[in-house]
């Protein structure tokens, strides 16, 4: 039998489509181990709340093991009605909102403006602003915090009222920095067609820009609103009057003051944590879709 050409060409062509013994598919190896430490790193952090809402319930305190069973130490809303009658927990929560609502629009508003003019728009001295941006994020506000009380408390009268406790936190340069990123993403040719439309630079920031960064701006705000929930130094300095001061700082002069003539201290204590974190986790429940939620590309086709 004599082969030919064609029959050699075939063959050639047929080859790569056969199964050999050198390619096979990899063997599936199971990944339990995987889950397993993910499971333990979990667990880790989740512990201390755990811990923290069963001992909030707890009319008594025991540091053994079985004080982590729920119920096993008693089951009881005392320790709230306790923290409550202590604190004025009402008026603390609304003293925080306030605070935390401040910081929140001012650094979303100028936070936004400041970052889409080192993103988007050509001015002297651009690069060297920026720098200084920079700069500002490595310096500890703890270094600030003297001359800025002064500044505040002092030659400004602000202290025990919401202006003071804002203003030094109006803008965040952490903010402007992710927001500049976000807006140096942006398409090119969004602007640009924009101003040939005859669109000002006001239109373009709050009809093209903003709404396709609007991930970001959900970061930024879940972000920004962990720092002044949770700050205690600068509005304990700032503040005096009961009637002025947040959560955070209320609940660490119960801590320091009062908390040992209460009858469980340690469940009065936690009831407290508890409401300090419940609104935070219930915001990164909520919202956390949107940290990998982005559409940058939505609005250019092709």
Not at 188 to 196: P, Y
Request: proline share 6%.
């Amino acid at each position: 039998m004599t082969l030919t050409v064609e029959d050699v060409a075939d063959n050639a062509d047929a080859a790569p489509n056969r199964p050999t013994a050198e390619h096979h598919e990899p063997a599936h190896r199971p990944q339990w181990w995987r889950y397993l430490l993910l499971g333990a790193g979990a667990l880790v952090f989740v512990f201390p709340f755990y811990y923290m809402l069963v001992g909030s319930f707890a009319d008594h305190t025991d540091g053994s093991l079985k004080g982590l069973i729920p119920g096993a130490q008693g089951f009881t809303f005392a320790n709230y009605t306790d923290i409550n009658r202590a604190i004025a927990l009402g008026r603390s929560l609304l003293n925080s909102l306030i605070f935390t609502a401040g910081v929140l629009v001012c650094t979303l508003v100028f936070g936004t403006m400041a970052g889409y003019a080192l993103a988007r728009l050509r001015f002297r001295g651009r690069g060297v602003l920026f720098a200084l941006l920079l700069l500002v994020q490595a310096i500890p506000f703890q270094l600030l915090i003297i001359p800025m009380y002064v500044l505040v408390a002092r030659d400004y009268g602000l202290s025990d009222s919401y202006l003071g406790m804002i203003a030094p936190y109006a803008i965040n340069s952490v903010a402007v920095f992710v927001f500049r990123q976000y807006f140096l993403q942006l398409p090119e040719e969004l602007f640009e067609a924009a101003r040939i439309d005859g669109a000002t630079e006001w239109r373009i920031l709050w009809s093209i820009a903003i709404p396709m960064v609007r991930p970001a701006l959900l970061t930024g705000a879940l972000l920004t609103f962990i720092g002044p929930w949770n700050e205690f130094l600068w509005p304990f300095l700032v503040t005096k009057k009961q009637t002025m001061q947040p959560l955070a700082v209320s609940l660490s002069n119960y801590i320091t003051a009062t908390s040992a003539a209460a009858d469980n201290p340690f469940g009065t204590i936690l009831a407290g944590a508890c409401v300090l974190a419940v609104p935070v986790l219930v915001l990164f429940v909520v919202f956390q879709r949107w940290f990998v939620n982005t559409g940058i590309g939505s609005g250019v086709k092709g």
